[in-house]
């Protein structure tokens, strides 16, 4: 059975960092990986698609990656502001055609 | 283009009720899902429609049951409700379904059984 891992579970920076978003799961045979963030007491915005072909793609201040082969992604959030707090998920697709969701990293931008 | 349309957004159940939720797509889009998002579970498939088909399932007993309509839109019922089933229950959408295309997602019903 997939297996979706987010790490960290929650983190803290100063606006203006930089910052990386971990993600891992077990089964390499995805269609395609998404990320999304989710504000309190929401739904989800989708953020970034990478196709399994893909190895990364970009939406202004984000950029995901994609190692299939080794199962992990990464999302990229460049001078990140405040209104970035928010909880960050990735989920898989595989040949079953629903999504595996990670637990999440809760993001805080302190101002 | 209208969001993805989740009615109602918050209502509270008595034990062994049963309730129905709905969920009105992207116009265009023919494949919908649900999803259950709990503290302790987090975010878990219930099931996947298309075209008014059932196309895949999650892990989730038979009191979880959904449909869709011809015009896309779909339904989800829980009956004999328990206090675990207290969630928000999320709707997707996309047009093909999740391979190859984002998946948008509603507000989510907010569902409390007490």
């Known amino acids: 059975k997939q297996e979706v891992t987010q790490i960290p579970a929650a983190l803290s920076v100063p606006e203006g960092e930089n910052l990386v978003l971990n993600c891992s799961f077990t089964?390499?045979?995805?269609?395609?990986l998404q990320w999304f963030r989710q504000d309190p007491g929401k739904g989800l915005t989708s953020l970034l698609l990478?196709?399994?072909?893909?190895r990364e793609q970009t939406s202004g201040r984000l950029n995901a990656s994609l190692d299939k082969s080794s199962g992990r992604s990464t999302l990229y959030i460049a001078a990140s502001q405040p209104g970035d707090s928010a909880t960050y998920l990735c989920a898989v697709i595989t040949g079953a055609n629903n999504l595996f969701f990670g637990t999440g990293t809760r993001l805080t931008v302190i101002p | 283009k209208a969001g993805v349309t989740q009615t109602p957004r918050y209502l509270i159940k008595t034990r062994g009720q049963q309730v129905t939720l709905s969920c009105s797509p992207i116009s265009g889009h023919r494949s919908v899902s649900w999803y259950q998002q709990t503290p302790g579970q987090g975010l878990q498939f219930l099931f996947e429609y298309f075209s008014e088909t059932q196309r895949n399932k999650g892990n989730f007993p038979g009191r979880f049951s959904g449909r869709q309509f011809s015009n896309s839109r779909s339904e989800m019922n829980v009956s004999t409700l328990e206090l675990g089933d207290s969630a928000l229950y999320l709707c997707?959408?996309?047009?093909?379904?999740?391979?190859?295309?984002?998946?948008?997602f509603g507000e989510g019903s907010w569902l409390t059984v007490v």
């Open positions: 990478i196709q399994s072909s893909q």
């Open positions: 089964d390499s045979a995805i269609y395609n």
């Open positions: 997707a959408s996309s047009s093909e379904g999740g391979r190859g295309n984002t998946i948008y």
